[in-house]
Structures are given as C-alpha cells and as structure tokens.
C-alpha cells in the first residue's frame, strides 16, 4: 500500500505511521525524521535545511522533492510506503504524482490526522520538554500552525476531491486512534 499521513504538527502523524509499518511491513518515510537526521549529521542537506527548520517555514520544494524522489527509489520502498509530513504543498502533490506515475504506481489512501489546536500546543509544548526539538518553542509552533494551515490545509481538498482522503480523529488513545486507521486503510 502507498499510504500519506497529514494533519498539522502535533496530531500524531509519527507515532501513528510508525505502528501502521509494523503492521503493514513498509517502511515509514519522515521527511522531518530525514531532515533531522541530515542536520545531527552535519551533512550539506541538513546545513541547507536547518534555518528553515528552526524558524517554522518549509524547506524549499526543491530540495524536499529531490530527497523524496531519492528514498522513493530504495528497494524497501517497491512494495509500499507509508510517507509522514510529505506531500506538504501544492508543488509537492505535483511532484509526488510525476513520482509515482513514472514508477508505474499511485497513492491507496490519504489518512488526515484531524485534532484542536488547543490540545496540539499542548503536546507539542510537551514534546519540546521531552525530546529538546529546537523547532517546537512556542513563537515557532505557532508559525508552523500557520504556515500548515496556509499551505498544508489546501491539500485535503485536493485528495478529498480524488476520493483518496480519510479523515481519522486523531484525539483518542493511541490504540483507539490505530485501531481506527487500520480500519481506514482496509476499506
Ligand atoms: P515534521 O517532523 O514533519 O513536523 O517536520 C519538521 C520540519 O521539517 C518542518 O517544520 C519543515 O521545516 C521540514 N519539513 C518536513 N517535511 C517537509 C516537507 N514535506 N516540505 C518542506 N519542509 C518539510
């Protein structure tokens, strides 16, 4: 199955396509997760990435297309895939769709991780504390709320109107929320 995750920062995504590959066996593709590891690791991408990240806004289309396109290619990706936190913008669904289209292949389902924002700041303020994500101080969390709700949003019309989308509430126990994803990814 070609699974992408949405919903804005704080509704689960990760935690939710992690346990979907383990269940499903495919892999679990981040592009923030990739990021992140690009920036520990010093590397020219996570360099290019890293004052983007920091300050709430996207990294450029550009340079996320070409990294996806890349781990699209890996040999644990034929099967299928479960993309977390990509597509993001408009640009990008063009891209994700040249990218499949060229491999032969399409997306099976959009699960859109639906939650209140008061209770996404919560977790993601509490992340922070945890994890020590640079990028989830509140002046930045809020602009990530924003540049979501101005560039991220505009999807779900998008794959709502290709008949993709499914719209889970990301609010309940973990358990409950997988429990409901599976079921969405099975119809
Ligand atoms: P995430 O862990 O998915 O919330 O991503 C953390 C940060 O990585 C985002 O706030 C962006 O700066 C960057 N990022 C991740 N995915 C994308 C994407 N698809 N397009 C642009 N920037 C992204």
Redesign the pocket.
């Known amino acids: 199955m070609r699974i992408v995750f949405m919903g804005p ?1 704080g509704a689960g ?2 935690t939710q396509a992690a346990l979907l590959s383990k269940e499903l066996g495919i892999p679990h593709i ?4 990739i ?2 590891a690009n920036v520990s690791e010093g590397t020219p991408l996570g360099k290019e ?1 890293q004052a ?2 920091d300050a ?4 450029p ?1 550009g340079v ?1 297309n070409s990294m996806v396109r890349d781990r699209l290619t890996h040999d644990d990706a034929r099967p299928g895939f479960i993309l ?6 408009v640009e ?1 669904v063009a891209e994700l769709d040249a990218m499949l289209r060229s491999a032969g292949t399409a997306l099976d389902r959009v699960i859109e991780l639906t939650v209140d924002v008061d209770v996404v700041v919560g977790r993601l303020v509490k992340r922070s504390a945890d994890q020590g994500r640079s ?1 989830d101080t509140e002046d930045v969390l809020r602009r ?1 709320l924003e ?1 979501y709700a101005e560039q991220t949003a505009p999807l779900i019309e998008v794959y709502l109107d290709r008949e993709l989308l499914i719209q889970v509430d990301g609010l309940g126990d973990i358990a409950a929320v997988t429990a409901a994803i599976l079921i969405a990814v099975s119809v």
């Open positions: 920062p995504k990760g981040s592009t923030g997760d990021f992140r990435a983007f990240m709430g806004e996207y990294v289309d996320t977390d936190g990509y597509p993001r913008t990008q990028d990530r540049v």
